[in-house]
């Protein structure tokens, strides 16, 4: 059977399962650090792929077994498991058993993740986005009294993650109860621009974010009043300014699977530092670093990410590197400002690449937890907000 989400982009497979491949599902899922749901997406789409026939499957003893697909693709399987002649149970445990043959684990451990958020428009969310996606990430979904929430959270739960405000307006630092770093203290520019003269651990500059729905998983790399001088420090800088941050950063990444950046509203050095930075590594899965791109359902924000896309294309050619859209956030969307926000909302949309992770309205739990300096998961775990933020953990992994 399948019944449509709340948000109506998901579906959910109920079918039935051999203990011994969904066990071999879960372990390789783990092993390759990917959503079980994704999983069976990629293997659900290889099996319709595939021409050969498959071998059969033992599926005597098989179990119940539920995931969630993309809107559309579990009647598409349906219909290809009829043409082939086989059942619904079989064709999954083929699917599934194709899946684990043909993403084999690896020795190595999985990359640190790299998400940069931003937009070189002001006012769009990206903080928001920043501080609920991170902790969407790093989040326990077993403290939440909500089967919503442990629904729709991130598989690739208890992840250590580490924000880091990259913005020199140091609101992501803000919103959390913390002061930017003061003007000649060691911070994240001092280690961009003078690591050689850097006394103190990038590490031991990060903050824990202190809450048991994240444990010890969390923390910030918080501003530095000296952000604002960092494009004109670029311009002076000896080395490969486009790799600064990744040369400040990349110490850190062996104690975080996710780094996730809250980039200035510019299109300078900085944030050319911060796409570079977030580019797709020689070797790393596609999708598994890369921009999202928070945005309001209006025109000027459709200018302010051409102008972005135009910045990103531009690097991308000068440095022969990839660089992943992995999604856009439609944020502060109401649908009572009439046409103008209608019309856009459909206009992101149908975009199609990148896709639209998230409309998420204009309610009152993200202000009411940055007046209050609480992370908004911790202040309102089963908010829609919330929720959302969990949505869009859950569609990167």
């Excluded at 497979?13 to 203990?19: C, D, N, W």
């Excluded at 994240?214 to 800088?237: E, N, Q, V, Y």
């Amino acid at each position: 059977m399948a019944s449509p989400t709340s948000g109506g982009e998901r579906e959910k497979l109920v079918s039935k399962l051999p203990a011994s491949l969904r066990q071999a599902l879960k372990v390789r899922s783990a092993q390759l650090n990917t959503d079980v749901q994704n999983a069976v997406t990629a293997g659900i789409r290889a099996w319709r792929d595939h021409q050969e026939p498959l071998p059969h499957v033992d599926t005597a003893g098989a179990e119940s077994f539920g995931t969630w697909l993309p809107e559309g693709l579990y009647d598409d399987f349906k219909t290809d498991c009829a043409a082939r002649g086989v059942s619904y149970i079989q064709g999954l445990a083929q699917a599934v058993a194709l899946w684990i043959e043909q993403n084999p684990a690896s020795d190595q451990p999985a990359p640190t993740r790299r998400l940069i958020v931003c937009n070189q428009k002001g006012g769009v969310g990206k903080t928001a986005v920043t501080a609920g996606l991170a902790q969407a990430l790093a989040e326990d979904p077993q403290q939440s009294t909500s089967t919503q929430a442990v629904a729709q959270a991130a598989a690739r739960l208890g992840l250590r993650v580490l924000m880091v405000d990259y913005d020199p307006q140091g609101h992501l630092s803000h919103q959390l109860g913390l002061k930017a770093v003061p003007a000649g203290e060691e911070s994240l520019i001092t280690h961009m621009l003078n690591r050689e003269q850097a006394r103190t651990s990038l590490i031991d500059l990060t903050v824990g974010i202190e809450d048991e729905r994240f444990g010890d998983r969390l923390r910030i790399l918080p501003a530095a009043f000296d952000a604002f001088l960092l494009d004109s420090g670029l311009t002076m800088f000896r080395g490969p300014r486009h790799a600064a941050l990744e040369r400040a950063l990349a110490p850190l990444e062996e104690h975080f699977d996710v780094i996730v950046v809250d980039s200035p509203p510019s299109l300078g050095l900085a944030m050319d530092a911060a796409i570079y930075y977030g580019r797709l590594r020689d070797g790393e899965k596609p999708g598994s670093s890369g921009l999202i791109i928070p945005v309001e359902a209006e025109d000027t924000s459709a200018q302010a990410y051409g102008m972005l896309i135009n910045q990103v294309g531009s690097l991308a050619t000068d440095y022969e590197i990839e660089v992943e859209q992995l999604g856009l956030v439609v944020n502060k969307f109401d649908s009572r400002r009439g046409y103008i926000a209608t019309s856009s909302l459909d206009k992101w949309k149908s975009l199609g690449a990148p896709p639209v992770l998230a409309v998420i309205g204009d309610l009152k739990e993200q202000r009411e937890a940055v007046r209050l300096q609480r992370a908004l998961l911790a202040y309102s775990p089963e908010s829609d907000q919330a929720h959302h933020m969990r949505e869009i953990a859950r569609r990167l992994a």
